[in-house]
C-alpha cells in the first residue's frame, strides 16, 4: 500500500503570508494528487487536482506542483476564510485505492 | 445542482451492523462517467477511504477495512448503500457519500456522525 507523509501537521501564519504544505508519497504516483481544503464542522472541498490543476471556481493563491513521490501545496498569500485543514490524497489504479495523507491544519498568527 | 445526502442510524450497538444510505439528487447515479463511495473521519482524526461502487455493481474496498465491508448500488432509487459489520468504538466517526470522477471526489454529502456505544 502506498503511504503518504504529509507536513507539517499544523502551522500558524500571519494573513498575506506565503503557505506552503507538502505531501511525500512512499512509490512513485506520477501526478495522481489531490488537494482538499475542510473547514470546521465542513465536508472537505476539492482544491486542486492531478497535483496541479485549479479546480474550477477556487481561488488563484492556490496552487500545487510535483509529480512523482513529492508534491507541495501552497497559498500565495494566507486569507483569514482560508484557515481549515487541508489534505492531500493519492489514488491507485491496480486496484483502484484512496489514501489521504495526516493532514495540515492552518491558523492564523 | 448535484446533492448528496447520507441516512440513517446515528448510533450502533458495539458487533453490530452500521447501514447508511447516500441519496443523489440533481444527477442521476447510472452515469458511466462516476464512481460513488464512502470516506469516514473519526472525531478530531483524518480522513479514511471506505469504498467505492459503479453503477454496475462493482466495488472497490479498503484493505483494511474489506472484510466488514459491503457497498452496493440502487439505480432504480438512484442511492447507493453501506454495510460496515462487527463494529467497534473504534468505527465511530463522521461519514461522508461522495462523487469521484477519475478519484477525484468533486462532490460530497454534508457527513452523518455515527457513534458505536451500548
Known amino acids: 500500500d502506498i503511504q503518504m507523509t504529509q507536513s507539517p501537521s499544523s502551522l500558524s501564519a500571519s494573513v498575506g503570508d506565503r503557505v506552503t504544505i507538502t505531501c511525500q508519497a512512499s512509490?512513485?504516483?506520477?501526478?495522481?494528487l489531490n488537494w482538499y481544503q475542510q473547514k470546521p464542522g465542513k465536508a472537505p472541498k476539492l482544491l486542486i487536482y492531478?497535483?496541479?490543476n485549479l479546480e474550477i471556481g477556487v481561488p488563484s493563491r492556490f496552487s500545487g506542483s510535483g509529480s512523482g513521490t513529492d508534491f507541495s501545496f501552497t497559498i500565495s498569500a494566507l486569507q483569514p476564510e482560508d484557515v481549515a485543514t487541508y489534505y492531500c490524497?493519492?489514488?491507485?489504479?491496480?486496484?483502484?485505492?484512496?489514501?489521504f495523507g495526516g493532514g495540515t491544519k492552518v491558523e492564523i498568527k | 445542482q448535484l446533492q448528496l445526502q447520507e441516512s440513517g442510524p446515528r448510533l450502533v450497538q458495539p458487533s453490530e451492523t452500521l447501514s447508511l444510505t447516500c441519496t443523489v439528487s440533481?444527477?442521476?447515479?447510472?452515469?458511466?462517467?462516476?464512481?460513488w463511495g464512502w470516506i469516514r473521519q473519526p472525531p478530531g482524526k483524518g480522513l479514511e477511504w471506505i469504498g467505492s461502487?459503479?453503477?454496475?455493481?462493482?466495488?472497490y474496498h479498503n484493505p483494511s477495512l474489506k472484510s466488514r465491508v459491503t457497498i452496493s448500488v440502487d439505480t432504480s432509487e438512484n442511492h447507493f448503500s453501506l454495510k460496515l459489520s462487527s463494529v467497534t468504538a473504534a468505527d465511530t466517526a463522521v461519514y461522508y457519500c461522495?462523487?469521484?470522477?477519475?478519484?477525484?471526489?468533486?462532490?460530497w454529502g454534508q457527513g452523518t456522525l455515527v457513534t458505536v456505544s451500548s
Open positions: 461522495v462523487r469521484s470522477v477519475a478519484a477525484l471526489l468533486d462532490h
Open positions: 440533481g444527477g442521476s447515479i447510472s452515469s458511466t462517467s462516476y464512481y
Open positions: 461502487v459503479y453503477y454496475s455493481g462493482s466495488t
Open positions: 512509490q512513485d504516483i506520477s501526478n495522481y
Open positions: 492531478d497535483a496541479s
Open positions: 490524497q493519492q489514488y491507485d489504479n491496480l486496484p483502484i485505492a484512496l489514501t
